[in-house]
């Protein structure tokens, strides 16, 4: 239960109604949440939602860059309570869109550092970040802003285990490689790591030696559907645990049929309810920040995938209101 | 069994075959279907299918009122015999496709008038009628001509509660009022109506919270997880029990991978599977006329939408020419 | 030449560059201005930008609704200087976007009061308004707005004419209305009106004759192309004359191939180069407001319209801060 | 000017008009048109609509069966008066929609016998046959009954020339070759036939040769460029002359900026208004027939394609009106 | 375990690595591997992968021919091991891309005979094809090569029976008929012959009555779901046995939210997963040839279903490399 | 004329015909020419048509990678004579397809490194490129790989100028910079350079200021409008003169109506016959190479771009087939 104080505060931070003005009136902020700059946000918002426009990490298919723009449009058709959970993030925690980070769309060193210096800020203030991509390569950068005082758990869900060491004779920083280049850091610890729903061919079994050997707990889609979900979602606790944790969801865990509108989509994965069940199940673990990652709308004539990373957010943004509120008490 | 003059009555109107002729070829009426003149539809035919080609009432996204044409167009496809439940419909009832009501796009209550105007005669003449939408707000004229001499039951498969009070400070005909309004006019029984399927973010909890205090039956998509369909269905038959129903099917049921083209699309619904496997558990229940709502073309550049809003039309005929027979006898 | 006060007020309302951060990235308003209350405009900005998504009035496909959205991320493609003018707008007048009037999607005559009361304070502080619509039906209250001390004359150009008296048996507030209607008003000037580009298959003669007997010019597409498009500028011109203007853009009176997405397109329309030949000629005008309409991004995959629309856009801002700067001095 | 009897049955077959009910509701016929069984047809009508849908006879992309319900859907935007013209078709003579012709998908000879046979009674009954198809090969069996009694000159506007002897080793029934077969068959007249906007890339010199040996008169698209329309347009004219003549339209006569949906689309052909204008200059013609082909819906998102040929087809139907009523007086 | 100079010569045909080169770049061979002439193929490799793009025995819309265009495209994507079952078909067996067979697209029976004349030969030499349709008729004449000296097994995943009699009044020769007419021609064992999948509406009863009546194994999809996949799938082992079998699959077996691209989709199909679990069950069945017909590209603007049916092509290929491998031993 | 060896040689690399196997069928080589190893080019053939599937210098919308790919499937399409020109291309020069060159997509300067040198040996051999991109940044690697003895001229036609000295506070290697880098390392002659069709609105005047400070011509859009394209094209005549020139042609330089797929479209832009007409004005020029870059497929539902890239490529194709043989004689 917020202090009056902190009622008075979130409360100043509400989205639009579409009760009131149409969804798809007026600028399409996320969840049609009030813009705020940056600088601004310390000592006014808990939660910070943030675009990151960057795809220049792609190896395959690109898009992701105009994913923030899509996830924004989509986002204006979410409420103020999630009907499943009865979450209502907007009394628990002052939420703001604070805009894009300035990307450099053809350099993703000189992005990294951009990243890296937009979310530092947020960090020091203790305002927890939703972000929503751009590929999967940018969460490497985030990871090392909110990472750096020490090294956070991770639940991954995808279709791929983004653990590679690097492509095309060395290069090492693509969409390909964040969590590797996270861990070698040491702002991640791969024993508080899981990945969920890895599938589809693969070119060598290195890559998922490296992350066994580095003691990545890894659940790929047959060992789910032979399992369960309940189960897998049990052991995902379990390996993250107490401590500070990010989740990473990339919309490729879906299925194509769900979430066509992807770099690098591989057929059979999760569905849409799956999806919403995988995140439900992850209350009460203490999240610090979270991403969408890879929609790429140019690929998805048919919005769906907008739509998902939208609703993916908005279930996010409730795990993420209660872990402020959590410690907040 | 239909008696000797029904059978000779019935064979005159059967749809035409693709064995014969392509069923891309010639104009597009439903099921390929003779058409008619409403007028001349009473004593000739049990079923009538109707087009109601109006969004003037969406909130959201239009496209619903090419719905019409849309569903016609896919309806094509189906053929005579239903392989799963082995219903021919066209050998229990004599159907013919009556064209469209005339509506106004632009004014809404004055296609209130004319859509009730147009199933009065159809009532009195005790011809079921199948419509295709148009947005929910539709259902509701159609219930005030079918529900004027005893209150309906309902089985209603949608996204949302479509029981609010109003929008924009008191605007109350809109496509998220159908079932308040009809309930407020005595053409609804709102204890023998059950609601399938809801899901999403909500703006408040007054809407469920009236629909609850009416004595509606609410089954969110979460309880359907939880309990599984065979629980909920034969909740739904005890809930309607032995009354004239109606059933209204708002396609946004189904999750955005299966029916992308509809106004209101909400992650997390159900599949092409489960739409079929509760219409086909709703066999025995006296339906006097149904609705298939929400089918936006312009919204779906693949036509999947069309395609499942077509076989659940057809599915739907198949429920309502053995409710015919059934009352025959 | 702006006082420098003047300058110094205006310096402050300028374009991000996608020289500095992508165009992709960052919400989308108009042009990527700065955003502004309508209630803080007065004072501050010389024109506002404002989109007015409503399509309730809309007689044939719907989809202009989401015009303003689809236009707001067209224009961030739009830089600081007209290349072929050479005007630079933001120089000349300080430009912001004032947001979307709250339209209530279901009903009309709201929709029509909302939007006076939105445009009324804007004309009172002496603010252009460039809109961007949504249907063609909403030029009428923004007329009634702006023409409410005198009447204004009207360039017009469009496929069609938009002076029905009706449809559906007495409908009178549709999209093919609003010039009618603003006549009868007194708040527009038929004698000083032109239309040019109408073309297509009509439904009657009586539209046109009413028109012509209200001393309204038509210049039909056929004209256009046997006189040329200078001598029916030039025309334009001398029918206009030196009294205050208003400048409404049909975006259908492009041909199909140049903006498919549009409700009522009409094959043999205007090619984009002479779009910008009709703005471009119109310099010296004495313009005291603007709008776009009829952009329907739903019925466009490839976006060109939106693109058309943000581009016609950004030409008349050049044309109307030119008419600011010539009144200011 | 129709005698009195001819006045009242020619008023019996109008179009729907849009301002009485929407041009997107009701089935769509073609232009709104009284559908009516061919064999009904004789004596009550002067122009017969027919659709065909087969594209078993393309060599290159299919999807142009599905042209005739397609142009059906677009041409319900047609009104009753041509504004460009001045020509009222439905004042003229008396049109309906004859449905489909029944076409074997997968049968180029017995769907060339099945034309045939459909139109022939046609011919004999004097009724003008406005067909759309449909590949470019269903003009020849429409030639073979209509030219049967006498050779028929021909306009044909069209990217390709169509008259190979064959493919593939010795296939003789392709879209490239109705007109070599019309020709062999005495059904069309070589020196009264005229090809205009042929372009693009050719496989060999021997089908020009051979077209120019039979006295065909070419005129490519660069020749159209250098001598301008009008002059092309009255070279027709003398090469078609008095006598009975056929027009045939290949929608890939215009650029594919203008008409997408077609299976062999070509660089640089027509715009809308060119098209326009080429009929335009055709009135005064004796045409017996026309077509309008090659309209493949599945290959244009936006549905442009379908609104060209929709509005061809209007703009034929008022030369054939017009062909119809000189011939009564 | 091949033997040393099995994998030197296995060696030799490995498809490009995303990992050194990007997976959209070079020319879209099958999975990336070697392209071949088909005369060069006999002692060189064991498993060629063909495209038979022809549609001309298509009913209802089509598109096909395009399907090995695209599957080629979507097939860039899969990597050299399948991740679910660990095989790595490179190891096992020689694999290249032999090309296209030369269809004649206006010709069904042609066609037949230049498909039977491709195949012969790599049956003759014990080359395993894996071909891409192409409509379902292409799996006739496959038979007829590969079941010469012996009638097959056949495992055929369908929505479909395509064991019709004909159409239109005695054409036999269409996509629905494939079976019957390999039946008939004994290069078929309808005794060891299962379907899985089939459901939908049907025009009559004798189709299915004359499949039971020859002993084919019907599990249509109300079946699957009411018994489960593993005991469908291990029925289907045990109707196969031993012999050589072929496995047909028609990508309108899926769902069309799975694979909308396709000429007859019928709502209530399989998941992707249900596709992966299906494929996988077939492991150390006889397999002799295997076929992924019904993919139609311009009918999906996603293009998911190209994606699926190159991944259902990527697992039967590792089934065929198995069976090749266990055949060498 | 050839010699005669050089006769045989040519006649050895034809496109497959249309004629024998349908256009759509086998892989796509561009113009369905052979595929030939680079190292193997020398001596070999006189016309190498490679890809560079690269955007990842692209500051706007990506998309331009897949353009090979695109191309390549559009110019099946294309036939063995210009029907305008008459230039058989095949009969004058040995042309093959040399695939693509290996990028990295993720390092732009790796790139131009990797380009540069996959095109230094054919220049060597005196193999003339004809690439396809890719972005615009790719002809600047070109340039150098071609310009490296001595300074190249220029014919350019785009909408932009390309000559920025760099973006994002020093970012140098973008789409934007690829002249003023070529103009700098001395490998173009910025004399003898000519920017055609460049329009819309810019961000500043510098760029302009500095390439009309190196001599560069430039011909905006509004100046071929007020002078006509014959007078343009003579001044590009006499400004590259008789030197070695190399033509690149950006495909947004056309209207987006007739070129929507690229990541910067302006409107505005030149009609396709345009197009043409400026290709087929530089007959005798002495092309040394030349590029179409831009195309960008998934921003181009209806395919029209990749069919515009692939037929100017046909088009220059033709005129460095004379430059060859000029070159020859």
């Given at each position: 239960?917020?202090?009056?104080?902190?009622?008075?505060?979130?409360?100043?931070?509400?989205?639009?109604?579409?009760?009131?003005?149409?969804?798809?009136?007026?600028?399409?902020?996320?969840?049609?949440?009030?813009?705020?700059?940056?600088?601004?946000?310390?000592?006014?918002?808990?939660?910070?939602?943030?675009?990151?426009?960057?795809?220049?990490?792609?190896?395959?298919?690109?898009?992701?860059?105009?994913?923030?723009?899509?996830?924004?449009?989509?986002?204006?058709?979410?409420?103020?309570?999630?009907?499943?959970?009865?979450?209502?993030?907007?009394?628990?925690?002052?939420?703001?869109?604070?805009?894009?980070?300035?990307?450099?769309?053809?350099?993703?060193?000189?992005?990294?550092?951009?990243?890296?210096?937009?979310?530092?800020?947020?960090?020091?203030?203790?305002?927890?970040?939703?972000?929503?991509?751009?590929?999967?390569?940018?969460?490497?950068?985030?990871?090392?802003?909110?990472?750096?005082?020490?090294?956070?758990?991770?639940?991954?869900?995808?279709?791929?285990?983004?653990?590679?060491?690097?492509?095309?004779?060395?290069?090492?920083?693509?969409?390909?490689?964040?969590?590797?280049?996270?861990?070698?850091?040491?702002?991640?610890?791969?024993?508080?790591?899981?990945q969920i729903g890895l599938r589809g061919s693969t070119d060598s079994v290195d890559e998922l030696d490296w992350a066994l050997g580095q003691g990545i707990r890894i659940v790929p889609m047959e060992a789910v559907i032979d399992r369960g979900l309940p189960s897998v979602l049990a052991e995902a606790r379990t390996v993250v645990g107490d401590g500070p944790t990010y989740l990473s969801f990339d919309v490729d865990a879906l299925d194509p049929a769900y979430?066509?509108?992807?770099?690098?989509?591989?057929?059979?994965?999760?569905?849409?309810?799956?999806?919403?069940?995988?995140?439900?199940?992850?209350?009460?673990?203490?999240?610090?920040?979270?991403?969408?990652?890879?929609?790429?709308?140019?690929?998805?004539?048919?919005?769906?995938?907008?739509?998902?990373?939208?609703?993916?957010?908005?279930?996010?943004?409730?795990?993420?209101?209660?872990?402020?509120?959590?410690?907040?008490?």
């Amino acid at each position: 239960m917020p202090s009056e104080a902190d009622q008075e505060r979130i409360a100043r931070y509400r989205p639009l109604s579409g009760m009131e003005t149409p969804r798809f009136s007026g600028l399409a902020s996320f969840m049609r949440l009030p813009v705020m700059e940056p600088r601004e946000a310390p000592g006014r918002i808990d939660i910070g939602l943030v675009g990151i426009p960057f795809d220049g990490a792609t190896t395959n298919r690109p898009g992701a860059r105009l994913g923030p723009r899509g996830v924004r449009e989509a986002s204006t058709g979410t409420r103020a309570r999630n009907a499943a959970t009865g979450i209502a993030p907007y009394d628990l925690a002052a939420c703001a869109d604070l805009g894009d980070v300035p990307v450099n769309p053809v350099d993703v060193a000189a992005t990294a550092r951009a990243i890296e210096a937009f979310y530092r800020p947020l960090a020091q203030a203790g305002i927890v970040p939703l972000s929503v991509g751009g590929d999967h390569f940018v969460t490497y950068p985030v990871l090392r802003a909110l990472g750096r005082t020490r090294p956070l758990g991770l639940i991954h869900i995808d279709a791929h285990s983004d653990t590679d060491d690097g492509q095309y004779d060395g290069t090492r920083l693509t969409h390909g490689t964040p969590f590797r280049r996270a861990i070698e850091d040491g702002v991640l610890d791969p024993r508080r790591m899981v990945q969920i729903g890895l599938r589809g061919s693969t070119d060598s079994v290195d890559e998922l030696d490296w992350a066994l050997g580095q003691g990545i707990r890894i659940v790929p889609m047959e060992a789910v559907i032979d399992r369960g979900l309940p189960s897998v979602l049990a052991e995902a606790r379990t390996v993250v645990g107490d401590g500070p944790t990010y989740l990473s969801f990339d919309v490729d865990a879906l299925d194509p049929a769900y979430a066509p509108g992807t770099g690098t989509p591989e057929m059979g994965g999760f569905t849409s309810r799956e999806a919403l069940q995988i995140l439900r199940a992850l209350r009460g673990i203490d999240l610090v920040g979270a991403d969408v990652v890879e929609v790429a709308p140019p690929l998805d004539p048919s919005g769906v995938t907008a739509l998902v990373g939208a609703t993916l957010a908005f279930e996010i943004l409730c795990l993420l209101a209660e872990a402020v509120a959590a410690r907040r008490d």
